[in-house]
């Protein structure tokens, strides 16, 4: 069986005392649920990372992601962040083709596919993102779209690297709008991607891959999201920035 994961994306917002506090609160909030099961990460800013770590350390409940990484070890790339940099951080995770950043900072499925076997290399963990727009759902090419992202962003891993990623569905029409996939849509989109890995690396690899929904996820939404087969938990953005928000999204699944 499957471990559901519930990730939270902090992307551009808190200080990092505000990022600390709300640790503690999510440390507090965790700390009768045994999280059998499930698996908590956080992702905040990457200045934030040192702090965070020191305080999500003290519980041992929580993982702590990035929000993105370079595919250099090192070099003369002013204002970026290597996998080997994160994982001497301590950190475990990393978003990669987050739709922000397809979108504002043009990354594309060839570039994320050198980033997330440079994140492998690491022994990082990508969160691999995709996901249509909301034309592109309009003109019926969901399923193409997010079929195109995943071959092209991923399918040149072996079976080995494939087993340490983890996908993250995210239509971008439904991203800090408030407006969510209804469960059948998210689970239609899941099962299209489960069975794209499953043609490519068979059924072992596909029935333990962990995907995950993102789209305004919120504590009064997500069991319905996180009971459908093929919805392994959630990339939650704006709930996550509140522990209140992100526990009751954690104890609905
Ligand atoms: P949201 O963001 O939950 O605020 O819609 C999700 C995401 O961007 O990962």
Sequence with gaps: MRNKVIAGNWKMYTTIEEGVVLVKGLNAGLENN?????????????????SVIEEVKKAGKIH????????????AYTGEISPRMLKQAGVEYVTL???????????????????????????????YC????????EAGKE??????????????LTEEQIKNVIVAYEPVWA????????????????????GLFRTKYG????????????????????AELFGMP?????????????????????TSC
């Design 34 to 50: 045994t999280l059998e099961n499930k698996k908590i990460i956080v992702i905040p800013p990457f200045l934030h990372i040192p």
């Design 64 to 75: 702590v992601g990035a929000q993105n990484c370079h595919h250099e070890k090192e070099g």
């Design 97 to 127: 083709g987050h739709s922000e950043r397809r979108q504002y900072f043009k990354e594309d499925n060839g570039m994320l596919t050198i980033k997330t076997a440079a994140a492998l290399a690491e022994n990082l963990l990508p969160i």
């Design 130 to 137: 995709c996901g249509e727009t909301l034309s592109e759902r």
């Design 143 to 156: 399923r193409e779209i997010v079929q195109q992202q995943v071959e092209e962003g991923l399918f040149n």
């Design 175 to 194: 991203i800090g709008t408030g407006k969510t996939a209804s469960p059948e849509q998210a689970q239609e989109m899941h099962a299209h991607i489960r």
């Design 203 to 222: 059924e072992n690899i596909a029935s333990d891959l962990i995907i995950l929904y993102g789209g305004s996820v919120k504590p009064n939404n997500a």
């Design 230 to 250: 093929d919805i392994d938990g959630g990339l939650v953005g704006g709930a996550s920035l509140k522990a209140e928000d992100f526990l009751g999204i954690i």
